[in-house]
């Protein structure tokens, strides 16, 4: 049960309340910014909640168990709180929200009323609507590890085990051919599509900080194109600067002669496929347990 501090209750037990909403928005890359639906600005915690952002809020849904209820908050644009470019980038992306009750005459007297994850972002015009989820929405999202003849593992990981310094690469973008199409240099000492299903993440101009997934890696005219599977959310310019690395198709064949990993392999290449589970046991097949390639 929650227990209400001793000042904010006899405040909700007087007469008339001065109560509002705030939220406190931890973003992933450690950015922290306060709102309010209050017509003045807040501080608590030392951290300012801005009443100029517009925020405020729907109605929200609580239960008991692990439903996964949640409500929306809206509000819009403002250069100096929600940018549209940081919300089109995915920078508020599963960012960590904390929802409180604050009595706005003493901001000392305020209660967490839930913890949420920003979830879907609408844009209206010059509006945005973003969903609040509980927690538990966590639950419903897949856990564990399925048979499958490819690796489950994230390249680099503490289950793939392989170090990722060998397979980095810092470039520069010198021509820009469209938002899914990039000419890079630096490059030139790694083979064509090394750096397929890669991942690069670049480290200046306007997208500086965001990441994306590399579909190909090709060599034109002595030139090195990285096709990207969706377009950035932000611009990218000749002269950004980013940091590339090397991607790996998840097949074994790919483990052992690529990354000279296969013994640390984490996926399943000799069970049987669903033909050979399904069939059944004749004069020419041969059911010894013994796997299908050596």
């Given at each position: 049960?929650?227990?209400?501090?001793?000042?904010?209750?006899?405040?909700?037990?007087?007469?008339?309340?001065?109560?509002?909403?705030?939220?406190?928005?931890?973003?992933?890359?450690?950015?922290?910014?306060?709102?309010t639906d209050h017509d003045r600005d807040l501080s608590f915690d030392g951290l300012a909640y801005l009443a100029a952002s517009g925020f405020e809020a729907s109605e929200t849904e609580d239960g008991n168990g692990l439903s996964a209820e949640g409500g929306d908050v809206s509000g819009g644009f403002s250069a100096d709180a929600i940018r549209a470019e940081d919300l089109s980038a995915g920078r508020y992306d599963g960012a960590k929200v904390e929802v409180f009750?604050?009595?706005?005459?003493?901001?000392?007297?305020?209660?967490?009323?839930?913890?949420?994850?920003?979830?879907?972002?609408?844009?209206?015009?010059?509006?945005?609507?973003?969903?609040?989820?509980?927690?538990?929405?966590?639950?419903?999202?897949?856990?564990?590890?399925?048979?499958?003849?490819?690796?489950?593992?994230?390249?680099?990981?503490?289950?793939?085990?392989?170090?990722?310094?060998?397979?980095?690469?810092?470039?520069?973008?010198?021509?820009?051919?469209?938002?899914?199409?990039?000419?890079?240099?630096?490059?030139?000492?790694?083979?064509?599509?090394?750096?397929?299903?890669?991942?690069?993440?670049?480290?200046?101009?306007?997208?500086?900080?965001?990441?994306?997934?590399?579909?190909?890696?090709?060599?034109?005219?002595?030139?090195?194109?990285?096709?990207?599977?969706?377009?950035?959310?932000?611009?990218?310019?000749?002269?950004?600067?980013?940091?590339?690395?090397?991607?790996?198709?998840?097949?074994?064949?790919?483990?052992?002669?690529?990354?000279?990993?296969?013994?640390?392999?984490?996926?399943?290449?000799?069970?049987?496929?669903?033909?050979?589970?399904?069939?059944?046991?004749?004069?020419?097949?041969?059911?010894?347990?013994?796997?299908?390639?050596?």
């Amino acid at each position: 049960m929650r227990e209400i501090p001793a000042g904010l209750q006899a405040h909700l037990d007087g007469e008339a309340t001065t109560l509002c909403n705030a939220w406190r928005v931890t973003r992933r890359d450690g950015v922290v910014m306060g709102f309010t639906d209050h017509d003045r600005d807040l501080s608590f915690d030392g951290l300012a909640y801005l009443a100029a952002s517009g925020f405020e809020a729907s109605e929200t849904e609580d239960g008991n168990g692990l439903s996964a209820e949640g409500g929306d908050v809206s509000g819009g644009f403002s250069a100096d709180a929600i940018r549209a470019e940081d919300l089109s980038a995915g920078r508020y992306d599963g960012a960590k929200v904390e929802v409180f009750a604050v009595n706005w005459q003493d901001p000392s007297q305020r209660l967490l009323l839930r913890t949420a994850e920003l979830g879907e972002v609408r844009r209206e015009g010059g509006l945005f609507r973003v969903e609040l989820r509980r927690l538990t929405h966590r639950l419903d999202q897949m856990r564990g590890r399925i048979y499958a003849r490819q690796c489950d593992a994230v390249f680099g990981d503490s289950r793939c085990g392989m170090s990722l310094a060998a397979y980095k690469a810092i470039a520069t973008v010198t021509a820009v051919r469209d938002d899914m199409h990039v000419e890079v240099s630096g490059l030139s000492g790694f083979a064509e599509r090394f750096f397929r299903y890669g991942v690069l993440s670049f480290t200046g101009g306007a997208a500086k900080g965001l990441s994306a997934d590399v579909e190909d890696h090709r060599r034109l005219e002595g030139a090195d194109e990285l096709t990207l599977w969706l377009p950035m959310a932000a611009e990218i310019a000749v002269g950004d600067t980013l940091e590339v690395t090397a991607g790996c198709d998840k097949r074994f064949s790919t483990c052992k002669a690529k990354f000279g990993n296969g013994l640390n392999f984490q996926g399943f290449p000799h069970i049987p496929g669903s033909d050979f589970s399904y069939g059944y046991a004749d004069g020419e097949t041969v059911h010894d347990g013994s796997p299908l390639y050596d």
